[in-house]
Structure formats: C-alpha cells, structure tokens
C-alpha cells in the first residue's frame, strides 16, 4: 500500500557533558545493528581508555585547521577549550545505505546541523538534577577538579536550549532511558514524511479475484447466512 523512505535517519543527539550521551549510545548500538555512530575528530587528547578512530581521530589544533580550511567537516565547533567536528565523507553513503546516523555532538554543532538539515531527528539527554550531573562528571574520573567546573559551567548554558530539540530524555535509570531513545527512534520511521509513494492497487481487479477465490462461497444470501449462524449454535 504504501512504499516507505529506505535513506536512514540523521539522529543528532546532544546534552551537556556528564548527561549520559556516551553511555546511552553506546546501549542502542549494541541493540541495534542498523544504527551507525559517526565518529568525530578533536584536538583533545585521548582519555585512558580510549582508541584513535573508535572514540575519536585525534588531530592537533594545526591539523584541525588544516581540515576545518578543506571543508572536510559537516560541522565543528570549539568547546571546553578544544575543537570538535563531525567529518562528511561517510554520512551520505551511510543513510544511502538505509543506516541510521547518530551524531553525539554539543549544542553549536546541533544548531549548525538544524540550519543544514531541520529534518534530522533531535534528542536532548537531560542529567535528573544538576546535583546528579556535578557526581557524574566527578565519578568519571576524566577531568581535573578544575575542567570539571569548566564543563559543569557550560551545562548549565546548554540546558536552556532543550526547547529547540525535538525530544527531551531524562537520564534518571539507564535503561529507561535507553528505552526511551530507541522508542523515539522507532516511532519516527512511521512518520507520514517518511512515505515515499501511495501505491494504489487495482480496486476492480482485487474485487474480482476475491469473488472468483473457490473457497470462498459467492452466492451467500443475507437470509442464507443468519440460517447458517442459527444451525451452528443450536
Ligand atoms: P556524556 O557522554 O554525556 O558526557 P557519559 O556517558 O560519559 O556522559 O556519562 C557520564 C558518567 O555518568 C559516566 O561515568 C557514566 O558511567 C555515568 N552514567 C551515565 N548514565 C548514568 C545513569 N543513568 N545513572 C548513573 N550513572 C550514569
Ligand atoms: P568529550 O570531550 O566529553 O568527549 O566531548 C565534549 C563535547 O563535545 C560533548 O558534548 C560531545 O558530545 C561533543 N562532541 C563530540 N564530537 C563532536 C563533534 O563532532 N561536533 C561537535 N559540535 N561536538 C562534538
């Protein structure tokens, strides 16, 4: 009846630091094989754990520039003192391929990809309470005392522009949030924008083809059918 969109969803999904985005992600990944992460490129240093190409590519500051001069990037933005850019080249093969694309990326990035493409999908992850946020960004144990208090600044600036984003996720048990997103996902592939042809069948033809089905009986009468109700529940 109806023939949908295969290109993927652009997913672009932001809130402050410390709000869960990563952890998040990373649950949907794992629930589902369709979605595809980009990864961006900083000029921060890698964190204890983390891999060149897998979390990051990491870039110095001349590098960065060097690409931001080459157009290489769909967006970047500089935050907390270091540059962060999502690179264009695999995003359109991606979606062309039926990928969903999820973008993590800070608030400038976001408002930056709504001006490119407003019909990309726009989920907020809020922390419970600032409270709550402040211990998550401790607990995490990546940041010094004073990049904590940097980044916890930031979030609260970045707070105020949920309104502009589609959807809002607060972070309270994680696994309601992960519900939460994947839901959202869903719920977006059965948008009526997300239809790409009515395919009207043939009305005479389906017509025709069902009368002429030998199982079933044509010559079925009104009062033939209350007669026959009648003898099956006697
Ligand atoms: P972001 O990517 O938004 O900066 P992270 O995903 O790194 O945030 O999460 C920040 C910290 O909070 C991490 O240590 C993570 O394990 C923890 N965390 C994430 N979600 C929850 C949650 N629902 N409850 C408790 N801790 C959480
Ligand atoms: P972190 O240093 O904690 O990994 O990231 C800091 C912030 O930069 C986070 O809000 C993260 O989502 C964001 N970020 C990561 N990659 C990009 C990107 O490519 N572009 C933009 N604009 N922000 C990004």
């Not at 990563?22 to 921060?44: F, H, M, Q």
């Not at 270091?82 to 979606?95: F, M």
């Not at 995490?140 to 930031?154: A, G, M, S, Y």
């Amino acid at each position: 009846m109806i023939k949908q969109k295969k290109q993927g969803q652009l997913i672009v999904i932001s809130g402050p630091s410390g709000s869960g985005k990563d952890t998040i992600v990373g649950k949907v990944l794992e629930n589902n094989d369709k979605i595809w992460l980009s990864v961006s490129a900083t000029s921060r240093a890698p964190r204890k754990g983390e891999e060149e190409g897998v979390n990051y590519f990491y870039l110095t500051r001349e590098e960065f520039e060097e690409k931001i001069e080459n157009n290489y990037f769909l967006e970047y933005a500089e935050y907390a003192g270091n540059y962060y850019g999502t690179p264009k080249e695999k995003i359109v093969e991606k979606l062309d391929k039926g990928y969903d694309v999820i973008l993590v990326i800070e608030i400038q990035g976001a408002r930056k990809i709504k001006e490119l493409i407003p019909e990309a999908l726009f989920i907020f992850i809020m922390p419970p309470s600032e409270k709550e946020l402040l211990k998550r960004l401790a607990n995490r144990k990546t940041e010094d005392t004073e990049k904590i208090l940097e980044r916890f600044n930031v979030a609260y600036k970045e707070m105020n522009e949920v309104t502009k984003y589609n959807y809002v996720v607060v972070n309270d048990k994680l696994e309601d949030a992960v519900e939460k997103v994947e839901s959202i996902i869903k719920a977006e592939k059965c948008r009526v924008d997300r239809i790409e042809e009515v395919l009207v069948a043939n009305k005479e033809e389906i017509i025709h083809e069902f009368l002429m089905n030998e199982e079933f009986d044509n010559t079925r009468t009104k009062d033939k059918l209350e007669e026959d109700n009648e003898t099956k529940t006697k």
